[in-house]
């Protein structure tokens, strides 16, 4: 059986050159094209060459048709915008979307949901296996442990980092409030400055905190009458969610279009 065919948007970025990393080490899969915004200064070079592995005759390109007609799926961890574009691409090839853009607003989820018609596309505010089994944990202790505890999910990321809370924190969120039968859009709190009088009863919390290198760390705090239960996760390499992304690639590739996460990779969409 021949290689998976990826492109890799973003080639040129730090998360662009992991995942050319990843797929390079990886086997089943090679990176069959490389995209970069228009007017980028690296278009017409090597992608393998950028990201430290030497020429692999890929060259990083500005138009994502052609690339996108010769391959079976595309690696996307670039803009809302950006990855809503790609989404319609992956769509008219019929080809695997695999997406780790994070602060896509309500608008932009729908253009993708409605691309997943036609593309199998797989979703998620984080690609790490240990970050997934997380979110599994969270759930399973919101659901244990009563409206007592009040819940605190605090992140940290890098200074480049332009949304907030990350989209880690925010799937975590979703599943402490799944774990509590509640819809996180009314229960979430996500600034306190000032004299803001107590802490809302129910209310999941989040505090996010930016600077220096940080690949990103997250803690979900449930916080009860005397005591504590902290769970958490540091990433400490962007190599872990870029092979989690090869993975998903791989388990969508000639499955049938729809809308996957990486508990369905992962196999924990039923724990």
């Given amino acids: 059986m021949s290689d998976m065919k990826l492109v890799v948007t973003g080639a040129a970025g730090r998360m662009g050159q992991a995942l050319v990393r990843a797929v390079h080490t990886m086997e089943g899969v090679r990176v069959a094209g490389a995209l970069e915004r228009r007017g980028s200064p690296y278009v017409g070079r090597d992608a393998g060459e950028l990201a430290g592995i030497g020429i692999i005759g890929a060259e990083i390109t500005d138009d994502p048709l052609p690339a996108m007609a010769a391959a079976d799926g595309v690696l996307d961890f670039t803009g809302p915008a950006a990855t809503v574009a790609f989404a319609g691409y992956a769509a008219q090839a019929r080809i695997v979307h695999v997406i780790g853009t994070t602060g896509c607003s309500a608008e932009d989820e729908a253009a993708i949901a409605a691309a997943a018609r036609h593309a199998t596309i797989v979703k998620s505010g984080n690609m790490s296996l240990g970050v997934n089994l997380l979110a599994v944990l969270v759930r399973q202790a919101a659901r244990a442990l009563d409206a007592d505890f009040d819940i605190e999910i605090v992140e940290m990321h890098h200074r480049h980092k332009v949304d907030a809370p990350s989209g880690t924190a925010l799937m975590l969120g979703e599943a402490a409030a799944e774990g509590r039968g509640i819809a996180l859009a009314e229960h979430s709190e996500r600034g306190r400055d000032g004299h803001t009088g107590a802490r809302a009863d129910g209310a999941i919390g989040f505090a996010a905190l930016r600077g220096g290198t940080v690949v990103g760390e997250h ?53």
Wanted: no cysteine; hydrophobic share 50%; net charge positive.
């Fill in 219 to 271: 803690s979900v705090i449930l916080a009860g009458h005397g005591e504590r239960v902290v769970l958490g996760h540091q990433a400490e390499d962007r190599a872990i969610f870029a092979r989690g992304a090869v993975k998903a690639a791989l388990w969508a590739h000639g499955r049938k279009p729809g809308l996957y996460s990486m508990h369905d990779v992962l196999g924990l969409a039923a724990a």
